[in-house]
């Protein structure tokens, strides 16, 4: 479906409204106040964007956005405001919530993730402000990393830094700080050179980067997949782009895992429009990095197999016993 791609199409002015039902008996039709709710309206074009509690907190999209470079210098102290910029913004056309990006402009920030001698490659943070109008999501800011070179934002979730306030007065009281636990940033610096190597030294033939990418993304083939239907057409379209993404870094990086990675992450950050890709662009992106810190551990245990990953993979219903032990023991870091 067609997504709000730009700053200006999230950025309206909203107003809350109280909330009536109509009510009709032998005396007439009247109406009645719902006294626990209020609508949250688009002044714009007076469209209802939701129905929420007497105790939400409402915050505009303008008012997050500011938050959000509030955010990018608390986190990062050695940068000013002026320096960071929106790089993405992602809605759905009801525009009931909505992401947008932030990314600092210079290479200040860089994280190299490989050492000089081997392809050195520019990491650089991001973060993303979430923030919606119909009280199914958060006011959250986390903090991803991108690869400069090509742009694929991912976000590493459980693993860095993430603000969360519900919509409530409660939560918010007067202001918003943002505590920023340093130690635990520049600790993740680390952690993330070592997930990189580790699937830099994980080899995959390009023949599974598309069974891979699939399973990472959680694409599945629409069953029953009837020829020559509009399902057919669509996955069919879906696992081409997945094979030219593949084509790509496989000869950009080789292959290993840290090529399939970068597929991931690309196909995540630009997903095609198709009915068999059912996920938005921010839950894409939380799977490529929830994998990426687990995948990273997995790969290098003792007795690894690629085969039995990739079946694991497509059909998490089947796994046995032992690779659910394993994954387990993979996401704690605990080597067996």
Known sequence: MPRLDKLDDVLFPV????????????????QLPVPDKKAIVNRDNRR????????????????????AFRCCGTVFPETKPAEWEVATTDAPTTAGYC???????SHGLDFNAVPAADRPEAYGPFIRVTNSYNGLRAL????????????????IPDTIIRFKFTHSRRDFG????????HKALAG???????????????????????????????????????????EADDW?????????????????LGGNAYAVFNAVTDIASNPPTN??????????????????????????????????????????????????????????????
């Open 15 to 30: 107003v809350e409204h109280p909330v009536f039902v109509k009510f009709t008996d032998l005396n007439g039709e009247r």
């Open 275 to 336: 009915r068999c890709v059912h996920r938005d662009r921010n839950s894409l992106q939380r799977l490529a990095g929830s994998w990426l810190s687990k995948f990273s551990h997995r790969c290098q245990q003792s007795g690894f197999s690629l085969p039995d990953y990739l079946q694991e993979l497509g059909n998490p219903e089947s796994t046995t016993d032992t690779g659910k032990k394993q994954q387990k023991n993979a996401h704690l870091g605990v080597v067996t």
């Open 174 to 181: 007067r202001s918003i700080e943002f505590e920023v636990a």
């Open 99 to 105: 992401h947008i990006d932030l990314v600092h402009k």
């Open 48 to 67: 209802v964007l939701g129905i929420v509690g007497r105790d939400y907190r409402l915050v505009s999209n303008q008012e997050a956005l500011d938050l």
């Open 188 to 230: 993740f610096k680390t952690s993330f050179n070592g997930f990189v190597g580790a699937l830099r030294n994980c080899e995959v033939g390009r023949a599974q980067f598309e069974e891979f990418i699939r399973g990472v993304l959680l694409f599945r083939q629409p069953q029953p997949l009837k020829p020559e239907s509009r």
């Open 236 to 252: 069919q379209a879906l696992n081409a782009t997945l094979g030219e993404a593949s084509d790509r870094y496989a000869r950009e």
């Open 140 to 155: 959250s800011f986390d903090i991803g990393f991108q690869r400069k070179i090509c742009k694929n934002g991912m976000i």
